[in-house]
């Protein structure tokens, strides 16, 4: 019998050929850079991998890249909660998924609606200090809790008691969920416009008022050298998941070439690239 984490896996992969993946008369995927012959060769033999073994095809045709991306955050957004779901024994408590919800809504970034506000209406500082507010593309919290929750095991808090009475994860001191994580969602990574997600981080990471989220990004690139322009590197993101990692050093091994297969085992030894498996797990961590 296939193990349950398995089936999520290709649950996730047919649902990326179904709504996400289309190949061009050429059979090459809407993930590969059509001019370059590395991406190219890696995509096309990644993917075709993945239909031989989550039992889909790949369909032919055009989606505009909007389209993707909006897609992709779907799919992926209803894969890591039923996943992260699953670990809930590992992980307990009230957890609530978002699709592109701005940061302010949640109680460590609740002060910045304020300096925003303050911000629009003093256009000179606007204009140097830019937007606060930004919305990731899937952010998960953590609703707080009532004091009978908290009691359920013996009395740790009451409400006359002068202790923890400051704590967000106690409804009594806050209504807004707590931010456990962002995760930005990247297709490919074709250009500058990719590195957002590193301003995105710095910016969770520097407006906060508690605990810094889980800061990482989803994608199915295949080309190492583009992962590695997001990928190495620390600080300001935790780690980059793939799609389909084993799926992608398979291809790449298959491309023979060594220049390829030594940055993938870099950014892979080095703890910075992780398969999209990996995720609700470090997620839970």
């Not at 992608?248 to 220049?259: K, P, R």
Request: aromatic residues 8%.
């Amino acid at each position: 019998m296939t193990p349950w984490w398995e089936q999520w896996r290709q649950a996730y992969h047919r649902q990326l050929c179904q709504h996400v993946v289309r190949v061009d008369a050429h059979g090459f995927p809407n993930t590969a850079d059509r001019s370059n012959r590395t991406s190219r060769t890696i995509a096309q033999h990644m993917w075709q991998h993945i239909a031989r073994q989550a039992g889909c095809t790949l369909e032919e045709g055009f989606l505009a890249a909007q389209k993707v991306g909006r897609r992709f955050e779907q799919v992926t957004y209803e894969a890591l909660q039923q996943a992260f779901l699953a670990l809930e024994h590992l992980r307990p408590g009230p957890w609530r998924f978002y699709l592109n919800h701005r940061i302010e809504e949640f109680v460590q970034y609740a002060h910045l609606t304020e300096l925003s506000r303050a911000l629009k209406d003093t256009p000179q500082l606007h204009a140097a200090l830019g937007d606060y507010l930004i919305a990731p593309d899937i952010l998960i919290a953590r609703l707080p809790l009532d004091d009978a929750t908290i009691n359920q095991q013996a009395v740790l808090v009451e409400p006359d008691m002068p202790v923890a009475r400051w704590t967000p994860l106690r409804a009594t001191n806050n209504q807004k969920p707590l931010l456990h994580a962002s995760v930005s969602c990247k297709w490919t990574i074709r250009s500058d416009r990719s590195q957002n997600v590193r301003t995105e981080g710095l910016n969770l990471i520097r407006n906060r008022k508690g605990h810094t989220p889980h800061i990482v990004v989803v994608t199915a690139e295949p080309h190492p050298g583009r992962l590695a322009s997001l990928a190495l590197g620390t600080g300001d993101l935790d780690c980059v998941y793939h799609v389909a990692l084993p799926e992608l050093q398979a291809a790449v091994h298959a491309l023979g070439e060594g220049t390829a297969q030594d940055l993938l085992a870099t950014l892979v030894d080095g703890q910075r690239l992780r398969d999209i498996s990996d995720l609700p797990f470090d997620l839970a961590a």
